[in-house]
């Protein structure tokens, strides 16, 4: 079994800054794709950011130039830099990964989420 452990979110003024982090652990043969995703009250899911195994990265417009995702392939750890945070990124925040069993399947998995709550 995998398992997504994120930490990292918290309460922060407009402005601030946070990064949220995901390790994965388990049964991995190898991770493919890692994304955050993010959902505010009332409001669709959305995808935040994401980043593929070679470090490819793409991000939702709204956060392009204030986020940053990257990888820690050995350490099977995704993290998101957020700066500039606005009011508007007030969500529950959770990771995705694509991942590559030991026993060759393929999933995703998920994170429990973290709230992220900026003040203005």
């Known amino acids: 079994q995998v398992q997504l452990v994120e930490s990292g979110g918290g309460l922060v003024q407009a402005g601030g800054s946070l990064r949220l982090s995901c390790a994965a652990s388990?049964?991995?043969?190898?991770?493919?794709?890692m994304g955050w995703y993010r959902q505010a009250p009332g409001k669709q899911r959305e995808l935040v950011a994401a980043?593929?195994?070679?470090?490819?990265?793409n991000y939702a417009d709204s956060v392009k130039g204030r986020f940053t995702i990257s990888r820690d392939n050995a350490k099977n750890t995704v993290y998101l830099q957020m700066n500039s945070l606005k009011p508007e990124d007030t969500a529950v925040y959770a990771c995705?990964?694509?991942?590559?069993?030991?026993?060759?399947?393929?999933?995703?998995?998920w994170g429990q989420g973290t709230q992220v709550t900026v003040s203005s």
């Open positions: 995705e990964a694509r991942i590559a069993t030991m026993t060759f399947q393929e999933y995703d998995a």
């Open positions: 388990g049964s991995i043969l190898s991770i493919n794709a």
């Open positions: 980043i593929t195994s070679g470090g490819s990265t």
